[in-house]
């Protein structure tokens, strides 16, 4: 696969302009033959009453409960940039089970930083590994509150140099470009060290790779180009998004740092 389609398959897909039918003004239409003229006899005039308008249902926030729980941090990611320390271990509870990885800060200091951040303010708690595609890799880390994603959207950090291989089981950060990674992460099924050169810096790896393998991967490549979430829709709609049309997707319901 050329390097270029690569890096594509990993951008952070935002949302497509609305598009109208495509119809267009000046198409024939073909109208209606006028209606015959009927004589109708006068009829009294009725009693005209005001229509009443009907009391709008307020807009319920699925997450307004949930957010007064929140760390101050899942809503100003300023107040998230403590440094991580030179090796950590995080628990992923997944609805697959549990995956551990081990982070050194050394393979990636912006990265291992960023990461050890999300998982302390619960970030990554109720997040659906929307994109998992056989052979390549399982792609996670938008939240499921839209107020959230929009935060942490342009929350980016600079680049690191890339001192370890995307190998199996290791763990990197997505990205749209050159120092544009912000919360999603994927994990590598196989070699992917055809990443590496185009700046995919991996931060950890993952003790094993038993619950990773079993990860629910139906749904293949994401919208438009496959028929799987879309990402733009999963950050402006949230988790109903994808309860409603993707049931069948694990998630992280839980990510704790843990002692080696």
Not at 79 to 108: C, H, N, S, Y
Not at 113 to 140: C, E, H, P, S, W
Not at 156 to 161: A, F, L, Q, S, V
Request: glycine share 8%.
């Amino acid at each position: 696969m050329r390097a270029s389609s690569l890096l594509l398959t990993l951008l952070l897909v935002l949302p497509l302009a609305a598009c109208g039918d495509g119809g267009n003004a000046s198409d024939p239409v073909e109208l209606d033959p006028p209606a015959k003229t009927i004589t109708k006899p006068a009829v009294a005039p009725t009693k005209t009453v005001a229509p009443i308008a009907a009391t709008a249902e307020p807009a319920v926030d699925p997450f307004a409960e949930r957010r007064a729980s929140y760390q101050p941090g899942m809503l100003d990611p300023t107040v998230a940039k403590e440094q991580a320390p030179a090796t950590f271990t995080v628990k992923f509870e997944t609805t697959k089970g549990d995956m551990l990885i081990d982070v050194t800060r050394a393979w990636a200091p912006n990265g291992a930083d960023r990461f050890y951040n999300l998982v302390k303010i619960g970030y990554f708690d109720d997040t659906a590994v929307f994109r998992v595609i056989g052979g390549f890799m399982a792609q996670l880390g938008i939240s499921s509150d839209p107020k959230v994603s929009e935060v942490w959207r342009a929350a980016k950090i600079d680049d690191d140099p890339v001192k370890e291989s995307n190998l199996p089981g290791y763990v990197t950060f997505a990205m749209a470009g050159p120092n544009s990674r912000t919360t999603q992460i994927f994990f590598n099924f196989v070699d992917n060290n055809r990443l590496d050169p185009m700046g995919f810096a991996p931060f950890g790896k993952l003790r094993d790779m038993e619950t990773l393998n079993e990860l629910y991967g139906g749904y293949g490549e994401g919208a438009p180009r496959g028929r799987g979430p879309h990402q733009g829709l999963l950050q402006s709609k949230g988790g109903p998004y994808l309860k409603e049309k993707f049931p069948l997707l694990d998630y992280v319901t839980k990510a704790s740092i843990v002692t080696p």
